[in-house]
């Protein structure tokens, strides 16, 4: 059922699961959008069933109101259940007044007993209690967690905090192991409750990384890394969710980090050693399971009672009860204090233990990709299972457990791997002898690459973990240890039929879901032929991903810019051709596939895109804040910075369909700051006329009308869209700038034009002050959003919009694909020769689209299909690389660029949507 409409006016859509249903459910969040005007805000309640009709407790806000102020998006928490549904059904209630921030009370029809989610609080603590598990946090201090109770009363887990070592930069390759490492741990400053129940608790810590007693610091400081940790918990779950962010401060010159993790403790005292247990998840599903003290194997047999219990981690029966021989040797057993497992590659990875520190380690045969959890525990009390998701794909990586046969034993789980070489964030060049800004621009022209001097720093880059970390009350089998194992490494999503998102129009109509009837007239236009072409690229990356292993702390979820043919790789070691960092949105042209298709494993390729992209791409602290790095050999070497890269539109839809996850919420709120930087790095210092003479005037800043100022109005839109805290201010430079567009006299055809940071007031560039008419057009203008938030902006706005606005965003559609003399006509001149006119199709079809102009959609198929980009003569095929060309077996199709694959999924997907019954 994607949605239905009562006469009553109830309102209701279906949220099945993504993929296939898996067994275990400890809570899920997820989204739904609704059409203008269906749910008044806050006259709107929510009641969630599941698929055999019977009501479930369900956690309701809105995240998104339409201009009318009705809801746009809806977010929901459902709790942990032991039978999970197939699917769930959410029915919007006019007429019951229900807070846009506080959750309802669950339900009396909900199933009796069903366990809440509660905050309290006493002094310096917050408590948080699920049914399973009672989680305490302290308000400050070095506990990130502070222990983890049973509903039985027993301490499962306690004292987490983080850890962090780091080594001076002259102990680095040259002089392995010289300096000793300097150790620092977490220090909370600060705990907010987001979320306090009944379905759905949500607390967050900030804080950073202190020194530890006798370190001396890095380089003079106690200080630094600072961190972001978000511990998700749901009613009757036994699992923390914990997403971990941290932002590098140091100077790369001056330390390594060397280490970075988070411990937890687990009370051993009094459990006998062969009763206590560890499980680590490999392969697959393998697991390893071994206790502290092995009853298996041996010489002597303490009887098949005793082992089986063992290998189940269930308790054994009193030694008294066992094979008396066995039971008078027993001392001679030797037990197992410490466990390491070590994954320093995507393929790869190191297992061993030892019986104490200074004895040898023993060898345990490894595998290839580690799934990345970890358990300690005992039979009698349980234990905490620790894991982090894209473990392997992260690389270097660890689980340690350490005084597994001690009183008090200890889980670490290594982000970033001790064992691994330092992480290195120095410089990849010391620049080339680039003295000028003509050395830049001459040696742009053969690496691609935009180098200046202190402008290829990582101080302010971040990185967000999603860890699990789960309570257990006795130790899991091997079985459940391999679906918890799963469940970390793909947590289950709930999201609606892409039919009822495109129903909604909740994310611009622009689109349209697969499959659907769709024909084109113009050859070679059939819908399935570019379905299928659209699928092919998907195939492709997913599969380069692998081949190519586009996968470490900091690569993972990036692609490449371009192909070597030459080589028979990709150009990672070239200037601008390396990293993508969003060049031409590959964000949203997979962020559309999904919501074509609804697939997960397109999800899963978009969410890791969406990670990387939004937090390694782009500056969370400093003077670039809010700004991202053009792509290159080092994701932030390039000294392009700018706000094309770090667009919010990018992180959207990935917000609004996972219930407005917290930590792309900031992400969102840090673009509002982007348009500050542009008074500390002007964009275009190295070519402009009077160079060295500008001086930034907030008054009249000159930007771009099409990377600009499109990645600004998505900023503002999205703050507007959410009733975020600078809403009202968003709105009106919105406004503003749309008015002011609409004034100059060639719309966004000018190019670069003067905003008032104060107003948003859009003004004519300084060379045309009496608005006379500027022609500047650029084939990357309209490239990074633009197309899609003018989209976004004239359905939202209707009747509000600016008069002109749209005028002067059809024009731009119209004629910068037409022909000179078309172009000379309407402007006086023509724009030269402009390329990427496959993927501005997309803009031709918009105007037809609106204008309702056959001749349009023809030109725009006709664009498509003969264009600068993958036109009617490309094999769609990949061929193998010769054994003798790769260093491992891969596949290459060299005509494959990232940004012509971007700009053809788009240009396609939009072209189908939008030309539908217009030819």
């Given at each position: ?238 699992a923390i969710r914990i997403v971990h962010t941290f932002v590098y401060d140091g100077d790369p010159q001056a330390s390594f980090i060397r280490g970075l993790g988070i411990r937890f403790q687990v009370p051993l005292a009094g459990r006998e050693l062969y009763n206590r247990h560890v499980h680590i998840a490999g392969v697959d599903d393998g697991v390893f399971s071994e206790a502290a003290q092995g009853l298996t194997g041996l010489w002597r047999d303490p009887g098949a009672e005793v082992r089986n219990l063992q290998r189940q981690g269930k308790p054994t029966p009193p030694i008294s009860k066992w094979n008396p021989e066995f039971s008078q040797l027993l001392k001679w057993v030797p037990s197992w204090n ?582």
């Amino acid at each position: 059922m994607a949605s239905s409409h009562s006469p009553q006016g109830d309102k209701s859509a279906s949220v099945p699961w993504l993929g296939k249903k898996k067994p275990l459910n400890f809570g899920a969040t997820f989204g739904l959008p609704w059409p203008r005007g269906a749910c008044p805000s806050p006259h709107t309640s929510f009641v969630c069933r599941d698929n055999t009709g019977h009501t479930i407790p369900l956690q309701s806000w809105t995240t998104a109101f339409w201009p009318d102020g009705s809801v746009k998006w809806s977010s929901h928490a459902i709790a942990s259940t032991a039978k999970v549904s197939q699917d769930y059904h959410v029915h919007a209630q006019a007429g019951a007044k229900q807070s846009e921030t506080q959750a309802p009370p669950i339900p009396e029809s909900a199933e009796p007993g069903f366990p809440r989610a509660s905050v309290s609080s006493s002094g310096d603590f917050v408590f948080v209690d699920t049914g399973q598990i009672t989680v305490t946090f302290a308000r400050s201090g070095p506990r990130v967690l502070s222990k983890i109770v049973a509903e039985n009363g027993s301490i499962l887990g306690e004292n987490g905090h983080l850890v962090l070592l780091s080594q001076p930069t002259t102990a680095g390759e040259d002089t392995p192991g010289g300096s000793a490492w300097n150790g620092f741990e977490s220090r909370v400053d600060e705990l907010v409750v987001e979320q306090s129940g009944p379905v759905r608790v949500v607390i967050l810590l900030r804080g950073r990384h202190e020194a530890k007693p006798q370190s001396p610091g890095v380089d003079g400081q106690v200080s630094w890394i600072p961190f972001l940790l978000r511990f998700y918990l749901y009613a009757g779950s036994e699992a923390i969710r914990i997403v971990h962010t941290f932002v590098y401060d140091g100077d790369p010159q001056a330390s390594f980090i060397r280490g970075l993790g988070i411990r937890f403790q687990v009370p051993l005292a009094g459990r006998e050693l062969y009763n206590r247990h560890v499980h680590i998840a490999g392969v697959d599903d393998g697991v390893f399971s071994e206790a502290a003290q092995g009853l298996t194997g041996l010489w002597r047999d303490p009887g098949a009672e005793v082992r089986n219990l063992q290998r189940q981690g269930k308790p054994t029966p009193p030694i008294s009860k066992w094979n008396p021989e066995f039971s008078q040797l027993l001392k001679w057993v030797p037990s197992w204090n410490d466990f390491s497992l070590t994954q320093l590659s995507p393929d790869g990875f190191d297992l061993k233990k030892r019986t104490k520190p200074g004895q040898s380690w023993v060898k345990i045969p490894g595998g290839t990709r580690a799934a990345g959890l970890a358990f300690l525990g005992s039979a009698h009390t349980g234990g905490l299972a620790v894991g982090l998701r894209h473990f392997w794909e992260r690389y270097p990586t660890s689980l340690d457990i350490r005084n597994a046969a001690g009183d008090i034993g200890e889980i670490t789980l290594w982000l970033y791997s001790p064992s691994a070489e330092p992480m290195d964030l120095r410089p990849y060049h010391d620049g080339l002898g680039q003295q000028t800004y003509d050395d830049q621009l001459e040696a742009l022209k053969i690496t691609y690459e935009d180098w200046e001097e202190g402008l290829g720093s990582p101080y302010g880059i971040a990185r967000t973990n999603e860890i699990f970390v789960f309570g257990l009350s006795q130790p899991p089998s091997p079985a459940k240890t391999a679906e918890l194992a799963d469940y970390i490494r793909s947590p289950p999503v709930l999201v609606a039929a892409p039919e009822y998102i495109h129903e909604t129009a909740a994310l611009g109509q622009y689109w349209a879901s697969f499959p659907h009837d769709i024909s084109a007239s113009s050859k070679g236009n059939s819908s399935s032929t570019i379905r299928d072409h659209l699928e092919f690229l998907f195939q492709f990356y997913h599969g380069q991903i692998e081949q190519r292993r586009w996968y470490g702390f900091w690569d993972h979820g990036d692609v490449m810019h371009t192909y070597d043919a030459d080589r028979h790789t990709w150009r990672y070691d070239i200037g601008g051709y390396a990293w993508d960092n969003s060049e031409l949105s590959p964000d949203l042209w997979l962020w559309l596939y999904f919501l074509c298709t609804g697939r997960e494993d397109v999800f899963r390729v978009a969410e890791a895109l969406t990670r990387h992209t939004g937090e390694v791409d782009a500056y969370h602290i400093g003077p670039y804040r809010g700004l991202g790095t053009r792509h290159g050999v080092q994701h932030w070497s390039d000294s392009c910075k700018q706000a094309r890269v770090s667009n919010a539109l990018y992180r959207r839809i990935f917000y609004f369909i996972t219930g407005g996850d917290e930590r792309t919420g900031e992400l969102l709120e840090e673009t509002l700051e982007a348009e500050n930087a542009f008074l500390v790095l002007d964009p275009y210092r190295k070519v402009r006329i009077d160079r060295g003479l500008y001086r930034p005037n907030p008054e009249a800043i000159s930007i771009s009308l099409g990377t600009d100022w499109s990645a600004l109005a998505s900023s503002w839109f999205i703050e507007w869209e959410r009733k975020g805290p600078q809403a009202a201010w968003a709105k009106k430079k919105l406004l503003k700038s749309m008015f002011g567009i609409a004034r100059l006299k060639n719309g966004f055809v000018t190019g670069l034009a003067l905003y008032n940071m104060h107003t948003g007031q859009v003004s004519p560039p300084s060379g045309d002050p009496e608005n006379k008419g500027v022609t500047k057009v650029s084939h990357l203008s309209a490239m990074f959003g633009l197309v899609e938030i003018c989209a976004e902006l004239i359905q939202s706005f209707a009747d509000e919009l600016p008069i002109g606005f749209e005028d002067a965003w059809l024009d731009y559609c119209r004629y910068f694909n037409a022909s000179a003399e078309e172009q000379i006509k309407k402007y006086g001149v023509s724009f030269g020769r402009l390329q990427l006119r496959q993927g501005h199709s997309r803009l031709t079809a918009y105007a037809a689209s609106r204008l309702a102009d056959s001749g349009l959609a023809q030109c725009a198929w006709q664009e498509f299909n003969s264009g600068d980009g993958f036109d009617t003569r490309v094999k769609w095929r990949t061929q193998l690389v010769p054994p003798s060309e790769s260093l491992t077996r891969v596949e290459e199709a060299p005509w494959i660029s990232t940004n012509i694959t971007a700009l053809y999924g788009l240009a396609a997907m939009q072209n189908i949507a939008l030309l539908k019954g217009v030819e």
